[in-house]
């Protein structure tokens, strides 16, 4: 495929925004030049240095961390309004950085915050860039705000997971979303069976000629699916009747596992909507399941993931491209 001159939105969650860097490695590695980048959370970290041209640098320091060093790095606090300060984290991306503007990139770039007073969302595309990052990088109740300006600033992903429109003006050949919320492929295909499985069920109960199919109910409800699905049918059943029902069994989630995942579901239903309004011309799903939010001992392996969906979805596209430009 021919170079590209691509704009990037970079999506927030966690440390799964360590696949930005295996989507940024495939797109140079493929030729692409990237000449804008808007950024929310951890997508502004890595939106920032690669604007400035360290995010190799950054790389190299993030794949040497273990777990004990990351928990030093957090600098866990009791009193602040954040869980976590990360001033530590900050004090060693400042390093890799050094004092830069925003003005001064070579690549335009955006970080995206949100003022927790107005509630808005904030574009900051002035100043320097460490200071951009800090803000967009406070998650809501586990890393402390940043006040920047006079503003009480927080997490970008708050108002705007996956920021689009700043690129929208972009003189470029294609936008690029790489978004951290997408679905577990595995678990969405048992999601999609179960669904058509409960369905046919549905059917086959009110039907007296379905009914009389054993052969095909048999086939069916020996799935793992099947069984499954009409377990939860039984279940309904009982409760007409009067009999105690089976329970689910629920997952049991600390405190920080049900905030983490409260903030997955907002984002992810906010980010529906932000693509449904700026459509990129190539959306990259990271799944949701790669890492947990805080798990940023696991940066090689998190980049390697991202850059092969970046290299499966680029493929793709090329693809598409050959078979449009075909007489």
């Not at 199919?213 to 059943?237: H, N």
Request: proline residues 6%.
């Amino acid at each position: 495929m021919r170079s590209m001159r691509v704009a990037l939105a970079l999506g927030s969650g966690g440390a799964r925004g360590y696949a930005h860097i295996g989507v940024i490695n495939e797109l140079h590695e493929r030729g692409h030049e990237i000449v804008g980048i808007a950024g929310s959370s951890m997508g502004a970290l890595v939106g920032g240095l690669e604007a400035a041209g360290k995010l190799d640098e950054y790389a190299l320091w993030a794949s040497s961390l273990t777990q004990r060093a990351v928990l030093r790095l957090l600098d866990p606090s009791i009193t602040s309004a954040g869980v976590l300060r990360a001033e530590r984290i900050l004090e060693a991306v400042r390093d890799i950085l050094g004092e830069v503007t925003i003005e001064e990139l070579p690549v335009p770039f955006t970080s995206v915050a949100t003022d927790l007073i107005t509630g808005k969302s904030v574009w900051m595309q002035r100043g320097p860039v460490d200071d951009a990052i800090r803000a967009s990088i406070a998650i809501p109740g586990v890393i402390t705000p940043h006040v920047l300006d006079g503003r009480l600033l927080a997490d970008g992903g708050i108002l705007d997971p996956i920021p689009m429109a700043p690129i929208a003006a972009v003189n470029a050949d294609a936008t690029i979303a790489v978004s951290l919320s997408g679905d577990d492929p595995d678990a969405h295909h048992d999601e999609r069976e179960s669904r058509r499985t409960a369905e046919w069920l549905n059917r086959m109960w009110r039907s007296t000629s379905s009914l009389l199919d054993t052969k095909a109910a048999r086939s069916l409800l020996d799935t793992p699916t099947g069984r499954t699905v009409l377990d939860r049918f039984i279940a309904s059943e009982d409760e007409e009747t009067g009999e105690e029902p089976s329970l689910p069994v629920v997952p049991k989630l600390g405190g920080f596992e049900v905030l983490n995942r409260t903030i997955d579901i907002a984002q992810a239903a906010l980010a529906r909507h932000t693509l449904a309004a700026y459509p990129p011309d190539l959306l990259i799903e990271v799944p949701r399941t790669v890492c947990r939010s805080l798990d940023f001992h696991r940066a090689n392996e998190v980049i390697d993931i991202g850059q092969a969906l970046a290299d499966a979805a680029l493929d793709a596209l090329d693809a598409l491209e050959e078979r449009s430009s075909e007489p």
